[in-house]
T-cell receptor, first 117, second 109 residues
Framework: DGGITQSPKYLFRKEGQNVTLSCEQN?????MYWYRQDPGQGLRLIYY???????QKGDIAEGYSVSREKKESFPLTVTSAQKNPTAFYLC????????????????FGEGSRLTVL | KNEVEQSPQNLTAQEGEFITINCSYS?????LHWLQQHPGGGIVSLFM???GKKKHGRLIATINIQEKHSSLHITASHPRDSAVYIC???????????FGTGTRLQVFP
């Protein structure tokens, strides 16, 4: 079945370490997104990508990095520069409305909960 | 002021009640999304609307573009409807979304 897969579901990190969260989709979607969710707050956009080999900073990109070498994959690295990385991270994908044909419906992964020890 | 506002923030209901969650936005949009987030954290897309009304089972979503307002209705609510419901809007000429902070719904038997 088509879908979007995030891993790991839970991750613990020591201060000063970089960690990479995986996001893979087999929906043939052009657009992929990384969001951060903190208690009591709406989802905040970290990075997004509308096409392979291109990505844009979102509202809270500092301390994060991404790559989009393949259409299916959009990994997020939480670097040691991110001051408060403990959060719930969600990856999503959709057909880009900038494409000729699109539905725009969003599909989300199950999320990755990162805790810094 | 947030560009997407939801009300109420928290909602409790008895099983069988009719529920309405509201979403107001202040930007021009190409579409509005209603999402459901269960306690485990995963999010499911319920509706994507650009005009009018959509229905899926016991869920109904409406949008009024002129008034920049959308509602999500749940008929005959059930404890399994307990979740956080999130409204999000897609801006024009962009794939970026703006999210509301969510409405936490608890339905008691």
């Amino acid at each position: 079945d088509g879908g979007i897969t995030q891993s790991p579901k839970y991750l613990f990190r020591k201060e000063g370490q970089n960690v990479t969260l995986s996001c893979e989709q087999n929906l043939n979607h052009d657009a992929m997104y990384w969001y951060r969710q903190d208690p009591g707050q709406g989802l905040r956009l970290i990075y997004y990508s509308q096409i392979v080999n291109d990505f844009q900073k979102g509202d809270i990109a500092e301390g994060y990095s991404v790559s989009r070498e393949k259409k299916e994959s959009f990994p997020l690295t939480v670097t040691s520069a991110q001051k408060n990385p403990t959060a719930f991270y969600l990856c999503a994908s959709s057909t880009s409305r900038l494409a000729r044909t699109n539905t725009g419906e969003l599909f989300f992964g199950e999320g990755s909960r990162l805790t810094v020890l | 002021k947030n560009e997407v506002e939801q009300s109420p923030q928290n909602l409790t209901a008895q099983e069988g009640e009719f529920i309405t969650i509201n979403c107001s936005y202040s930007v021009g949009i190409s579409a509005l999304h209603w999402l459901q987030q269960h306690p485990g954290g995963g999010i499911v897309s319920l509706f994507m609307l650009s005009s009018g009304k959509k229905k899926h089972g016991r869920l109904i979503a409406t949008i009024n573009i002129q008034e920049k307002h959308s509602s999500l209705h749940i008929t005959a609510s059930h404890p399994r409807d307990s979740a956080v419901y999130i409204c999000a809007v897609s801006g024009r000429n962009t794939d970026k979304l703006i999210f509301g902070t969510g409405t936490r719904l608890q339905v008691f038997p």
